[in-house]
């Protein structure tokens, strides 16, 4: 979509590169952060009991 979009922009060969660069980052980082979430609270959360076990 970056790509595209610089394309017709009509950007020079180096705004157009760091356009694709950042468009390119930025999708890895949200990705990232969403895998980063969902693996915290799904894979990896701690699972809560709700009636504790009272041995004695």
Do not use: E, K, N
């Not at 590169?17 to 930025?26: S, W």
């Not at 980082?29 to 990896?44: E, H, T």
């Amino acid at each position: 979509m970056a790509a595209s979009w610089a394309a017709h922009t009509h950007l020079s060969p180096v705004m157009r590169t760091a356009t694709i660069l950042v468009g390119h980052l930025g999708g890895f980082g949200v990705l990232w952060i969403l895998q980063f979430v969902l693996l915290d609270r799904v894979l990896f959360g701690s699972r809560r009991d709700p009636s504790p076990v009272i041995s004695g």
